[in-house]
């Protein structure tokens, strides 16, 4: 009768990170989109299964939203959580920095010997890296990187672990393949060392004399072996260099070209020689033979062997970042103030 009527409610904060048609599986799992979400990863990366990325879907979407108390006996509300000021864009829980810090997490696993513990932290980098935000193309960069790592480490692990799982005695044929394929895995210089001394150590105890001094000339042409930490190392890899030439032969015949590339089959642990045939996983970037298409990637968990996909999508502008003097002057403003305990 008075003419008044209420305002028209705005859009929720959940369509707003929408709104402009957000590509990330982040942004649709923090407004409580989990099936967009699932959709997204599934054109991306061609994922057989979320059960891997459970908890980092749940953990996206707790991050995002805050439950701000009210008066007794009233419900809490609902507060985003935004990564800036005008509340575009939700909180991501995976960043850069954190997805690095899981891969020290993986290489630490590893120079400890613990294969399991390391295939386990690769798990988790696979599981966080599709709810990873990077606001930088540099960031971005970098994500494909740690991806990329995770990758080489998991089928390292693979590969040692069949290793330890056959005898010498039954299958030296075997054995001494899979030493020798796990120093072609990209692995961080000081533990490809540790890969060379294996593979020249288990040839030379099994008299193949040629394999053994090929893997000791490579230890000793990588320039890190050169520090203290390898010296031992280095000096048994210098004693095999003259010993095996004297013998200079191999007796055990060994489907092994360390001249011709190639990539480790992620099923068969084989090695797949430059020009043959072979499928990828369109997550974690696996190669596997033809008669692998369609399973379950075994590095990455969760991917569709030799699908067609678009890609890993990690990149969401920060537009609302603030400039540097901002965000000085921010800092200075509240250094005085102890943050509270998370």
Known sequence: ASGWAPPTPGPGFASRWLGSGSSLAADHAAAGGFETAADLLRRQLGLATLAPLEDALLATRQAAVAAVPTLPGLPPVAAPVAADTAATRPAAPVSVTSLVNNLRDVYTAFQSGSFPATSAACDVVFSRIPLCAATTRAEEREVKEVLESAREYKLAC??????????????????????????????????????????????????????????????????????????????????????????????????????????ICGA??????????????????ARYRPEFAGEVCRIDGCATVGEETTGLVCFRPDHARPSASAAAAAAAAAAPISSPPA
Request: aromatic residues 8%.
């Open 158 to 263: 693979l590969v040692e672990l069949a290793r330890r799982a056959v005898n010498p005695a039954e299958d030296p044929k075997r054995v001494l393949e899979l030493a020798a394929y796990l120093t072609h895995c990209r692995l961080q210089p000081p533990h490809r060392i540790l890969t060379l001394d294996l593979a020249m150590s288990l040839s030379f105890k099994l008299k193949n004399f040629a394999s053994a001094e090929s893997f000791a000339q490579r230890l000793l042409e990588t320039p890190e072996a050169t520090g203290p930490a390898f010296a031992p190392r280095v000096a048994k890899a210098q004693k095999v260099v003259s010993r095996a030439q004297a013998m200079g032969r191999n007796t055990v015949a060994i489907d092994y070209d360390p001249r011709n590339p190639f990539e």
């Open 268 to 285: 068969s642990l084989t090695p797949v020689y430059r020009g043959q045939p072979s499928v990828t996983s369109p997550f974690s970037g």
